[in-house]
């Protein structure tokens, strides 16, 4: 695989990705607008049955206030970067790894735990509107994270994970790249749709199937149904 022909690939999926992740916080808002709308609406017409509309929107946002206050002390311990130890050459320290996409709408969404009682799935229903509108916010700021990705860097990663086709630790990668910030770059190749890091006893990643029928499909573009097509893992 060229090596100039895999960045402009990568530059492409990060891009796509970015999108993606823009959609995401749309739909994000979107969604959380629309709930706010039907449960402050109906609790809203609840109340003012007993204490009229004036005493009922102010209960209501008073709420939906402290929902949001709520979500905004715990989301930040319940969603974030995973951090392993590592022993590295130079130092003993934390590889940040972050949460996929899928696991953003999972905890926007909440639990779907079938042991819960009637209270906590109430209690979740509500909340669905605070944690749409965070995982909004945190996903505005993973939008940028994705966009100064540094290419070049990651790509050396994932090219070497590629050529390996099976798990790659990170302490590996630092023997092969030791003037690579290794810990920086970690964090990064997280943030790619399709790296799966695998952390049972010691750090390592390997490249998802979706990953790899993604390259071969980006490579294969535009050639000749007769030509022959070369393999993308067939790393230079």
């Known amino acids: 695989m060229n090596k100039e022909d895999f960045n402009a ?44 509309w004036v005493m009922a929107i102010i209960v209501v946002s008073a709420i939906f206030g402290a929902m949001g206050y709520y979500v905004h002390m715990t989301a930040p311990k319940k969603h974030c970067d995973a951090r392993h130890k590592i022993d590295l050459k130079a130092k003993k320290t934390k590889v940040r790894i972050a949460p996929t996409m899928a696991n953003a709408w999972t905890f926007a969404l909440g639990s779907t735990d079938s042991d819960q009682s009637i209270l906590e799935r109430v209690f979740g229903l509500m909340l669905i509107v605070p944690r749409m509108f965070w995982t909004a916010w945190y996903l505005r700021k993973r939008v940028t994270e994705v966009r100064d ?22 302490t590996e990668i630092e023997e092969k790249y030791e003037s690579m910030d290794i810990i920086k770059t970690m964090r990064q190749v997280s943030l790619i ?11 390592g990643l390997s490249i998802a199937t979706r990953f790899k029928d993604d390259l071969e499909a980006g490579l294969n573009a535009g050639k000749g149904t007769l030509e022959k097509k070369p393999s993308p893992f067939d790393v230079a």
């Not at 970015?18 to 808002?29: E, P, Q, S």
């Not at 706010?36 to 049955?49: K, R």
């Not at 070049?152 to 990170?170: G, I, P, Q, T």
């Open 9 to 52: 690939w990568l530059i492409e999926r990060i891009e796509a990705q970015t999108k993606l992740t823009i959609g995401a916080v749309v739909a994000m808002v979107g969604l959380g607008l629309l709930a706010l709308v039907i449960q402050g609406g109906f609790l809203a017409l609840i109340l003012q049955l007993s204490i009229g």
């Open 149 to 170: 990705i540094d290419v070049s860097a990651c790509s050396k990663v994932l090219r070497m994970a590629l050529e390996k086709a099976e798990r790659v630790e990170v």
């Open 193 to 203: 749709d399709g790296v799966v890091f695998l952390t049972k006893k010691s750090i």
